[in-house]
């Protein structure tokens, strides 16, 4: 009798599309740090402003995308 494999464990749907998601044009995270305080203020202040260089980093990298839901919450607590 062969055993039943456990199940994979580990990403999550989300992050395994954020690993598959074309992150072009290429902006590293140095840039996007530099860019993000007015990225965020700019969203904020009009959910329908892109930027779809900053869109796609975020799309791909958590670390920066948790930076600019932080931004928004501490934006979002100071207009409330």
Avoid: K, N
């Amino acid at each position: 009798m062969t055993p039943t494999p456990e199940p994979i464990r580990g990403l999550s749907p989300e992050a395994i599309a954020g690993l598959l998601a074309d992150t072009s044009p290429y902006l590293s995270c140095d840039d996007c740090f530099a860019r993000i305080d007015e990225y965020v203020e700019r969203r904020f202040a009009d959910p329908h402003y892109e930027d779809p260089v900053m869109s796609a980093h975020l799309a791909g990298c958590g670390a920066c995308a948790e930076e600019a839901e932080t931004l928004h919450e501490l934006l979002a607590q100071d207009a409330g």
